[in-house]
């Protein structure tokens, strides 16, 4: 799998900040704690990333990633009860924006979840 080396570490600090923290904070709780893990593991975290989305080549809105690994891995996190098809597609549209390939849905609800995407297509790479 696409970087898998890098996204197996990714949730072993998942499940450990899970397995530490358990279930009720607020995503920036486990936001703060899982770029403590994730630095601590030996990886390039970036908080708050920054997604400028482009409309025939002109800004038309500014998001925000929770997190950038490695420059590789876009994740998004969740508190929800379970992840809905809308989480995914916000991170599909996320990997489209900042043609990265693998990204990482991260559900700290009251049952921990993830959901690997990889997008790669014809339009990210001539976009």
């Known amino acids: 799998m696409l970087h898998s080396d890098v996204t197996d570490g990714i949730l ?3 499940y450990k900040v899970y397995n530490s923290l358990g279930y009720g904070f607020l995503e920036k709780v486990y936001e703060n704690a899982l770029v403590i893990e994730l630095v601590n593991s030996g990886f390039q975290v970036r908080q708050q990333y920054p997604i400028q989305v482009l409309y025939e080549k002109q800004p038309v809105g500014e998001y ?5 690994v490695n420059d590789l891995i876009v994740l998004e996190l969740k508190t929800a009860e379970c ?10 549209n996320y990997l489209k924006a900042t043609r990265k390939e693998v990204g990482l849905l991260l559900n700290f609800g009251s049952k921990p979840e993830f959901k690997r995407i990889v997008f790669t297509n014809s339009f990210q790479k001539s976009a």
């Open 12 to 14: 072993k600090a998942f």
């Open 64 to 68: 925000f990633a929770d997190l950038l």
């Open 83 to 92: 992840t809905r098809d809308e989480h995914v597609a916000q991170l599909t």
